[in-house]
């Protein structure tokens, strides 16, 4: 279970954690504050790909940084849907999106 | 920042509600403040440190029983060096009790317990005069200039780790703000995620996809949309823009 300190980062989450410069603790906290319900041992896990998060935390997580990019004034986002399939609008009147 | 491998280590919930004060290491570090102000003032017979507590002044930590009784005896009478220099945030000074007439009071409790002279440093927290730093001899004349400056350095010790403790506690008010926060967006996300179930007859999981969706759209935080929704669905007539 113990990561290898130096290896790079692998999962795309944790690339775009480092990349808005928020800690980990930092983003748990966005995340549960989405409505997210996994504990803060769990989306460590999740960023350093030692455990498969559920396609919602994993969305869940992917707006939470995507809030942040927005945050800085930034148009990098993190895909959606990344691994597991594309994310589809709201049927429900909503504007076209920014990005599919 | 936690490294990998390691749990996440500060700011996170549990550990902001596991909170306890500081104040049993702030009392021993005192404690050591007084006992090294008798220790390192020569002729000092006692020393003591007073706190403004509850809006009344408290011994906090006394190297003995004999500047205890002196403080307890201010405390009682509302007058005295200590209850001066607390108030009014300057070093006060009596150099003989012998001959002092500002406190007549406190000037016959001291005599009867043997003090002679006594110096009080105020302390401050944030340039606010918090309570004192007090010294007795039953030695007249036992503090002058340089007994005072050791006196006013110790006190802004005793200062300083009252300092810290303050803005210990100012941080957990802090992180308290960031739970409420937390807390209030988690309840209108999970307010409007039941508006969806109920409306269109998704799952939960579904109803927090497409508030998702709405969001990204919008380009509106999630919690700013799910608060439309809820807005948008209460009985109230909708008085902006509405989300849908």
Not at chain 2, 182 to 205: E, P
Request: glycine share 8%; proline share 7%; net charge negative.
């Amino acid at each position: 279970m113990i990561a290898n300190a130096s290896r790079p980062p692998e999962s795309t989450l944790e690339r775009a954690r480092i990349d808005v410069g928020l800690s980990q603790n930092e983003l748990w906290v966005r995340y549960f504050g989405l409505g997210g319900m996994a504990m803060p041992i769990e989306v460590e896990a999740f960023l350093l790909g030692l455990l498969a998060p559920s396609a919602h935390d994993h969305e869940v997580l992917v707006h939470a940084l995507n809030e942040r990019f927005s945050e800085l004034g930034r148009n990098h986002p993190v895909p959606h849907g990344d691994g597991h399939g594309p994310t589809t609008l709201p049927p429900w009147g909503a504007q076209p999106p920014d990005e599919p | 920042m936690s490294g990998p491998g390691k749990l996440p280590e500060a700011a996170t919930l549990g550990q902001a509600l596991g909170y306890r004060g500081a104040d049993e290491l702030v009392d021993a570090a005192l404690l050591f403040v007084v006992l090294l102000a008798e220790a390192t003032i020569e002729l000092a017979d006692g020393a003591s440190v007073s706190l403004v507590v509850n809006d009344r002044l408290a011994t906090v930590a006394a190297s003995n029983d004999l500047v205890r009784a002196m403080d307890a005896d201010q405390y009682r009478l509302g007058e005295g060096p200590c209850v001066s220099a607390a108030a009014s945030g300057t070093l006060v000074r009596t150099d003989s009790i012998a001959t002092e007439t500002r406190w007549p009071a406190f000037v016959a409790a001291a005599s009867a317990h043997g003090i002679s002279s006594v110096i009080s440093t105020p302390i401050a927290v944030l340039d606010r005069p918090v309570g004192a730093l007090n010294l007795c001899s039953r030695t007249a004349w036992a503090f002058d200039a340089p007994q005072a400056r050791l006196a006013a350095l110790l006190a802004s010790h005793a200062a300083a780790m009252l300092t810290a403790r303050d803005s210990e506690e100012r941080s957990v008010a802090a992180i308290s703000r960031t739970i409420q926060s937390v807390l209030i967006g988690r309840h209108s996300i999970a307010l409007a995620q039941g508006i969806l179930v109920a409306r269109d007859g998704v799952t939960a999981d579904e109803a927090h996809r497409r508030l998702r969706g709405l969001s990204r759209a919008t380009n509106t935080g999630l919690t700013r949309t799910a608060e439309e929704i809820v807005r948008t669905a209460e009985p109230e007539p909708p008085d902006g823009p509405g989300a849908r």
